[in-house]
């Protein structure tokens, strides 16, 4: 189709009675075979789609806007602070702070120097001179690392 006829091609559908178009239009159809055929296969268009319109006009029932916003708020993406504002994940996350807390407490308390346990006896144990050497009792070498590594003391 050509670029006269696609300009003004809604108003020559339209077809407005007594509404003159501008002698060109009429020219350019008659010496074109593609446009008119183009011009007429689209006007057997606008009539089956006016055949198809309402005789009428509908107005939409009510409730249909109210109805219409709802659908799309809903389709709306949630941002991810949104999260805190649910009551359920807010006591979830009060919850799992209080533990944090108390954990944290915990660790500070059992940590003080006062509180550590006394290793004497266990010292004792270790520093006899009577122990026979390393490499000769494989499980009585496991304990004595085991009790040396537990005993350490940087001073």
Same mark, same amino acid.
């Given at each position: ?20 178009? +501008?002698?060109?239009?009429? $020219? ?35 409730g249909f806007y109210a109805r219409v916003l709802n ?20 006591? &979830?996350? &009060? ?15 059992? &940590?003080?120097?006062?509180?550590? +346990? ?8 270790? &520093? ?13 070498? $496991? ?9 350490? $003391?940087?001073?």
């Amino acid at each position: 189709m050509h670029g006269l006829i696609r300009d003004r091609l809604e108003e020559y559908l339209d077809g407005a009675p007594g509404r003159k178009f +501008p002698l060109e239009i009429e $020219r350019h159809l008659q010496r074109c075979e593609e446009c008119r055929e183009e011009v007429s296969w689209m006007q057997e268009q606008s009539k089956l789609l006016r055949a198809l319109s309402p005789a009428q006009e509908m107005d939409p029932s009510p409730g249909f806007y109210a109805r219409v916003l709802n659908r799309i708020e809903k389709q709306q993406t949630t941002s991810v602070w949104s999260a805190f504002l649910d009551p359920v994940f807010g006591r &979830s996350l &009060s919850a799992a702070a209080l533990a944090m807390v108390l954990l944290a407490f915990g660790f500070l308390a059992y &940590s003080q120097p006062g509180n550590q +346990p006394d290793v004497s006896a266990v010292e004792a144990m270790v &520093s006899t001179d009577a122990q026979p050497p390393l490499g000769i009792d494989r499980d009585r070498d $496991r304990e004595t690392v085991f009790v040396t590594l537990a005993t350490y $003391r940087d001073e």
